[in-house]
Structure formats: structure tokens, C-alpha cells
């Protein structure tokens, strides 16, 4: 059918008088020009109109889906350095020597609850809940190994009452014997982590008025991540944009907690913006750094452009945290608002007043990228660059997340505190406590949904090109038509003439006897050939002439049809 279809439209075309076709030609030739131009010209901006669009987070689209439930298997690897010597943290000469264990693997499954929308200003409010699943087959040792690690309880709460009156210390001071002067404590990787542990000081200042120790406890138990496994209450309440005013905006937190600046840190360093960890601003642009609002440490910390960088075929941008994100002013004058009053040397993240006032400060793993002071105080740890550095790479058109590997170390400070004879006289140490990598990585079938747009904006771009030369074809297709019959209308004139004059000088030739009988014979030679060639040349136009009187009866035929 299609065929027969083809075949008439040609058919009806040929019949047509010439100068009716030539403008069809030129007709459509045009168009193919403007299409294939505006192809290659615009068809990338066209493709960025169609992806904001689809970005745009509104109730049950698929951009809202995937945020909802993100489908990027996020695991977990918790590193706990056991501390070997506590009995010779008395002695200043001896360090404390440290024996990492782990990994102990979990598989993050995270999704989004209580969402509200808010129309009024584009954005929407939500809690992030995760269920952790212990990885075993994947984990080396299990979560009923017993670690040795520092009280930090005890730490904590020394370090808030060090400022306080001298009566409520000396109310600490009788509540710290329960633990007998021992700094340290064993318990399992399972209470240490997600299951938390009870404790008598915990139960104590659960049950003291809040005016004698000027402490609100909002937990019954005490682990490092507890009481996060299926917990809404940890991270806050976050309101973000969803872009469907200002592309500009989309994903970024526009509040958290309600507010959009924290008590944390001084104003300066207070506000709250950048992204929450699931999208950045779209169309990224090289050495140009992105910013992340981590609600663990109550502030937005930069990350650096380093390189591009392939992930499963996807070109990407590789963004490092570097010595920024734990500076706290001695290489970035910027990050000393951050210090909390206690501006130690480079390398440690001081948030303090983000965990409850205890004394903890965050770090690369083996204080990887920090100041040597911290190595010099402890055994056992030995940092690593493709171990130990804090990594993720972007893809640049979407700003979603490709690859990721989040390395941070935990630490806690002690000091000797005299009013409490549980710190008396021991040494002024960052101690660490455990350190995770969070680690993320495309999928192969997600990665083809992500090749899908360059494919159509090259495919785009090709059929641009294609078109725009087949429509210059068209274009040019009767003009130099017209230049050859023209050429070849010449061509047999300029024969015809040549033929004329050598019958001219044979005849003049054959008149004057006394020239040479060789040239004769030359000139007699010559005239037979150019007699053959008009000969043909008069059978060449007898067919023409004949063919063309065909043509003319056929179309008389087809039109008295």
C-alpha cells in the first residue's frame, strides 16, 4: 500500500509542469533547511525546557517517585577502633593504641514521610526515615563482637559541667563515682551502634530536675546512631524547593527546623541553604563548587570541583571535600565562624553545639588531610588517600547523584578537668571512636536513563545536519540543472562550428593543386573523419527530434485522457 502510495506521489510529480515542481522543491527544501537548523541551533536548548519540566517535583510524577524512595542501593561500613591500653591512660608517656575492626556493613533503605506541600512559595516539607539492615554475608565480624572504647557519656557530661556552678559540680562530681574511676567501657558493636545501651548516669539525669543540671536528655538510651533505625526524629524537619517557579532553586533546602539559619554556630556562619543530599542545581558548571546542608552537624559544608570523571559510561563531575570542609579558619578565613569558641588545628570539624553540647568533633577517617598534631597523639592509625578521602561525582545536565563515597571519623575530646576526680590530671586528647563510609553507585539500568538524553541531543543534532544538507540539495538541484544543459547546448554549437570550417578548408584545399600530395593526402584523411562525425551527429538529432515528438504526443494522449 505504502508503495503504491509512493509510486502515484512520484507519478503526480513528474506529471507535473517543471516550474510547479521546481517550487515544490524549492518549497520543501526550504523547510528542510530551517528544521535542520533550528536542530542544531536550538535543539539543545528545546531538550533542557523538556528535562525541566520532568524535574519539576509535583505529586505523583516520576521525578517525585524517585525522590520519595530513591532506587540507589545506599550501604553503610562502620569502622570501631578498640582501644587496647586503657589501663595507660593515667601515664602521659604511653598513648593510647587503637585496633580498627570492621567493616560492619548495613544497607540503608531511606524514604521520605510526613510530605506537605506548599504551594504558595513551590516548596514542600518532609521527614527522611531509614530502616538499617545488617549486611553479615558482607561484613567482617558480628554485632555481638565486644569493642573497649571511651565513656563517652561520662566525657559528655564533664565537659557541659566544667562552666557550671561550683555546688552542681560537686553534684557530677559524687554521680561520676557509679562508673568507679574507669574511663573506659566494653560493650557490643550492636549496642555501641543502632541498639544503644542503658546507663545508670543516663537514668540518673532522666530522673533530676532539669534546674540542677542543665540538661535536656532526649533519649533513653545512648549509641552512636541511636535511635536513628526507623526513626523520623533524627535529621528534622526540612522544606525544600521543588523548582516549579525557579529551576534555579530546585531541590535546595529553603528551611530546616523551620528556620532558615541555626543557634549552632555565629550568624555569619548560621545560614541554612545548599542541597539536603538528594539533587544539586541543575547544569553544574566545572571548577565551580556545590554546597550541602548536613542537618548530623547543623551547617552547610562546600564541596570542590577536582575533575571529570566516568561512571558507568556517564561523564561526570568528581567533587572532593578536601581540607575546606574540616578547616576551621587556619587555610579558610571563612570557616572560623565554625569554631565554636575552640578553634583546634586543622582537620577537625568542631559540632559541639550541634550534639548537645558534648565535645565531639568530626574528622576524615585516620585523620586523613589534617593537621600531624592529631597522629602524634594516638597508635594504630595510619591514613590513606583512596582509603580515607570524602568523594562524590555529579552528573552535570540533572545534578543527580552518580557515585558517592562519604568518609567521616567521629572523635571525642578529653581533658583534665580538676573539679572531677574522674578527669583529674589525665591528657588533653581528640580520641577517636569509630568512622563509616556511606557509599552509593548508579545502577547499569538507571545509567541508561541517563544516557538517554545526550543520545537524543546528538541524534537531534545529526538529523539536523542531514536535513539542513539534503534541503541545500534541493535548493541548488534546478540551478545546476540548468547550468549543465546549458553547457552541453553550447558544447554541440561549438561542434557544429568546427565541422562547418573544416568542410570549409577541405574544399579550399582540394581547389590549389600545386600543394604537396602529402598534405592532400592529410587534409583527405582528416575530412573523412569530420564527415563520419557529421554523420553521427545528424543520427544523434534525427533521435532527438524523434524522442521528443514522443514525449509531446504522450502528454497530448494524457491530457485528451
Known amino acids: 500500500m505504502c508503495r503504491k502510495v509512493i509510486v502515484s506521489a512520484k507519478f503526480a510529480i513528474a506529471m507535473m509542469p517543471s516550474k510547479n515542481r521546481r517550487v515544490i522543491i524549492n518549497i520543501v527544501g526550504l523547510c528542510l533547511i530551517v528544521l535542520g537548523l533550528g536542530n542544531v541551533l536550538f535543539g539543545e536548548s528545546i531538550l533542557n ?30 569502622y570501631l577502633f578498640n582501644w587496647t591500653n586503657p589501663q595507660d591512660f593515667q601515664n602521659l608517656d604511653i598513648k593510647p593504641k587503637f585496633e580498627e575492626l570492621g567493616p560492619y556493613r548495613f544497607i540503608e533503605v531511606p524514604h521520605k514521610v510526613d510530605i506537605k506541600w506548599h504551594t504558595q512559595n513551590a516548596s514542600l516539607t518532609y521527614k527522611k526515615q531509614s530502616k538499617y539492615y545488617f549486611d553479615a554475608a558482607n561484613s567482617k565480624g558480628q554485632l555481638d563482637d565486644k569493642i573497649v572504647t571511651l ?44 541498639e544503644g545501651y542503658e546507663d545508670v548516669l543516663l537514668n540518673m539525669a532522666n530522673f533530676l530536675p532539669t534546674s540542677l543540671i542543665d540538661v535536656k536528655v532526649p533519649f533513653d538510651k545512648f549509641g552512636y546512631c541511636y ?9 528534622g524537619i526540612f522544606n525544600i524547593h521543588t523548582g516549579a517557579d525557579d529551576m534555579r532553586k ?42 550541602f546542608f548536613l542537618s548530623d552537624v547543623c551547617r552547610t559544608v562546600t564541596m570542590d570541583y577536582t575533575q571529570t570523571a566516568e561512571v558507568e559510561g556517564i561523564q561526570g563531575f568528581r567533587y572532593e571535600g ?17 569554631c565554636n569558641g575552640d578553634c583546634v588545628p586543622s582537620g577537625l570539624m568542631n559540632i559541639t553545639s550541634c550534639w548537645f553540647g558534648s565535645p565531639m568533633f568530626l574528622s576524615y577517617p585516620h585523620f586523613y588531610d589534617a593537621d600531624p598534631y592529631y597522629l602524634t597523639e594516638v597508635d594504630g592509625l595510619k591514613p590513606e588517600k583512596d582509603k580515607h578521602e570524602l568523594y562524590l561525582v555529579l552528573e552535570p545536565r540533572s545534578g543527580l547523584m552518580l ?16 573539679d572531677f576526680k574522674m578527669f583529674r590530671n589525665k591528657r588533653r586528647i581528640f580520641f577517636p571512636l569509630f568512622w563509616f563510609e556511606a557509599r552509593t553507585r548508579v545502577s547499569p539500568q538507571l545509567a541508561e536513563e541517563f544516557k538517554l538524553l545526550p543520545r537524543l541531543l546528538l541524534s537531534g543534532k545529526v538529523f539536523g545536519i542531514i536535513s539542513t544538507v539534503i534541503g541545500l540539495i534541493m535548493l541548488a538541484w534546478y540551478p545546476i540543472k540548468l547550468h549543465l544543459q546549458n553547457r552541453l547546448i553550447q558544447q554541440i554549437k561549438i561542434n557544429n562550428l568546427d565541422n562547418e570550417t573544416h568542410h570549409i578548408v577541405a ?13 592532400v593526402e592529410s587534409v583527405q584523411a582528416n575530412a573523412k573523419i569530420l564527415e563520419r562525425a557529421d554523420t553521427q551527429l545528424t543520427e544523434f538529432s534525427i533521435e532527438a527530434s524523434t524522442s521528443s515528438t514522443d514525449r509531446s504526443s504522450m502528454q497530448s494522449s494524457t491530457s485528451s485522457t
Open 49 to 78: 525546557k523538556f528535562l525541566e519540566k520532568e524535574m519539576v517535583l509535583r505529586p505523583g510524577s516520576k521525578m517525585f517517585e524517585l525522590w520519595k524512595i530513591p532506587p540507589l542501593k545506599l550501604t553503610l561500613d562502620f
Open 151 to 194: 565513656n563517652s557519656l561520662a566525657v559528655s557530661l564533664s565537659s557541659k559541667a566544667k562552666r557550671w556552678s561550683s555546688l552542681r559540680r560537686r553534684v557530677i562530681d559524687i554521680a561520676l563515682n557509679v562508673y568507679n574511676g574507669d574511663i573506659s567501657i566494653t560493650k557490643s558493636v550492636n549496642e555501641l551502634l543502632f
Open 322 to 338: 578536601g581540607k575546606r570542609m574540616v578547616d576551621n579558619g587556619t587555610l579558610y578565613p571563612e570557616n572560623v565562624c565554625h
Open 403 to 418: 557515585e558517592m563515597k562519604a568518609r567521616l571519623q567521629s572523635n571525642i575530646l578529653v581533658e583534665p578537668i580538676s
Open 227 to 235: 535511635p536513628r533505625n526507623y526513626s523520623a526524629d533524627v535529621t
Open 507 to 519: 574544399k579550399t584545399i582540394s581547389l590549389q593543386p600545386e600543394i604537396s600530395p602529402l598534405l
Open 250 to 291: 530546585f531541590g535546595q533546602v529553603h528551611t530546616w527546623n523551620y528556620a532558615d539559619t541555626t543557634r549552632a554556630y555565629a550568624p555569619e556562619c548560621a545560614k541554612v541553604y545548599g542541597s539536603p543530599g538528594e539533587f544539586q542545581s541543575l547544569y553544574l558548571e566545572p571548577h565551580k563548587p556545590v554546597d
